[in-house]
Every structure is written in structure tokens, then in C-alpha cells.
């Protein structure tokens, strides 16, 4: 992308097209199914703190996260398939800053074209509403475990250990309601361009440093940074 927007000669071959297409939306997915295993994993720890060894078990995340990828090359193969099986035909100029369905099938012709549209929709709001309602009923389990937790303190360390994972899911399923949910009007592919944009650089952007700001260390090394930066006399 970062090589597209600096050349003067955009253009991308058919083949480099599909597979810009199946990595995009293998890694959209596998983040999405990622995102549901680590609420689990919040759920296990809290709901069941003296079996969270057996449930997950260096081999047991090592198989979830392999599945996450499994399910996500599938959807990548999936949506990549039915989009590229159609007939393209007149202008090949797509507007859009990568190779993303709603432009392509814009540029699809043929009787099929509608239903492909619809079924590969269909397929990526249910991925998506599937992980959410898990993801929805892990913390639905968690908020009533914590709620039994007498302590002030031991409730606030409880919430403070989802803090971040619930934050990265708000940032990712926001972003990809509004580009999968929204109503598609005549004039909305330019704001489709610029939420795609936003959704594909902010979201992978913005998740390590969100994970990463429960790292103790690092807080450390940001403040003492960011103290020297205001007061430099005083090194």
C-alpha cells in the first residue's frame, strides 16, 4: 500500500490483485478468531482460575491459535474464490486503495454478480457475528463471576485484566461494523475507501500498544521519556 500511494504507475496485476485480496481478509479473520480465543481465555482465567493450566495448556493454545489461522486461510480462500470467479469486463480502474470486493464487483458483469455480492456477505457478517456473540458471552460469564468477588480491590483487578482485550475488540468490531453493516448508498464508496484505510492501518496499529500498556516496564520507559522530553535540565 505504502509503495502504491508513493508511485506515479498504480497498477497491480490480476493474480497480485486476488492474492493482495486473500491475505487481507485471511488476516481480518484470524484476528477476528484470535480476538474470540483470547476471550475465552479471560473467561477461563477468571470463571476458572484453578483450571486454566489444563484448559490451556501450552498445547491447547497452540491448537485454538491454529485453528484461528486455519479458519481465517479458509474465509481468505473462500471470499478470494467467489470474487475471482467472475467475469470482469469494460473499465478495470478500481477505486479503492487495495484490491477490496465492493470495488471488484463493481467492475464484475453477468447475472451472478448479485448473488456472489450477497453470499459473500453473507459469509463475512456471520464470521463476524459469530465471534462477537462468543466474545459477548465470554464477558457475559466474566461480569457475573466478578460481580461475586467481594472485594473492591479483587474486582478491579479482575476488570483490569480485560481492559485491553475489551478495548482492542471495541476498535476492531467498530470499525468493521461500519464497513460491513452500514447501508450502501450511490455516493458511499469514497467514505468506504477511507474507512477501509482507516480500518487496515489504525486496527494493527493500534492493538500492541494497547496490549502493551500493561507492561510495567514499558509504562516505566514511556514516563521517564516523556519526563526527560519536558525537562531536559534536569539529565
Same mark, same amino acid.
Given at each position: ?106 467492475? +464484475?458483469?453477468?447475472?451472478? !454478480?448479485? &448473488? #456472489?455480492?450477497? @453470499?459473500?456477505?453473507? %459469509? ?5 457475528? $459469530? ?31 480485560? +481492559?485491553?482485550?475489551?478495548? !482492542?475488540? &471495541? #476498535?476492531?468490531? @467498530?470499525?468493521?461494523? %461500519? ?5 450502501? $448508498? ?50
Amino acid at each position: 500500500m505504502l509503495a502504491d500511494l508513493l508511485s506515479t504507475h498504480r497498477s497491480i496485476a490480476f493474480l497480485a490483485c486476488a492474492s493482495q485480496m486473500f491475505f487481507s481478509f485471511t488476516f481480518g479473520f484470524t484476528h477476528s478468531f484470535l480476538l474470540t480465543v483470547m476471550g475465552y481465555d479471560r473467561y477461563v482465567a477468571i470463571c476458572h482460575p484453578l483450571r486454566y493450566n489444563v484448559l490451556m495448556s501450552p498445547r491447547g493454545c497452540a491448537c485454538l491459535v491454529g485453528w484461528s489461522w486455519a479458519g481465517g486461510a479458509v474465509m481468505g480462500m473462500v471470499v478470494t474464490t467467489a470474487i475471482f470467479h467472475l467475469t470482469f469486463c469494460g473499465p478495470n480502474k478500481i477505486h479503492h486503495f487495495a484490491c477490496h470486493v465492493p470495488p471488484l464487483l463493481k467492475l +464484475a458483469c453477468g447475472d451472478d !454478480v448479485p &448473488v #456472489v455480492a450477497k @453470499g459473500v456477505g453473507l %459469509v463475512c457478517i456471520t464470521a463476524l457475528l $459469530g465471534c462477537c456473540v462468543l466474545i459477548l458471552l465470554s464477558y457475559a460469564f466474566i461480569v457475573a463471576a466478578i460481580l461475586k468477588i467481594p472485594s473492591a480491590e479483587g474486582r478491579h483487578k479482575a476488570f483490569s485484566t480485560c +481492559a485491553s482485550h475489551l478495548t !482492542v475488540v &471495541v #476498535v476492531h468490531y @467498530g470499525f468493521a461494523s %461500519v464497513i460491513y453493516l452500514k447501508p450502501k $448508498g450511490p455516493q458511499s464508496m469514497e467514505g468506504d475507501t477511507l474507512m477501509g484505510i482507516t480500518y487496515t492501518v489504525l486496527t494493527p496499529f493500534l492493538s500492541p500498544i494497547i496490549f502493551s500498556l500493561r507492561n510495567k516496564e514499558l509504562k516505566n520507559a514511556i514516563k521517564k521519556t516523556f519526563f526527560n522530553k519536558l525537562s531536559p535540565e534536569k539529565m
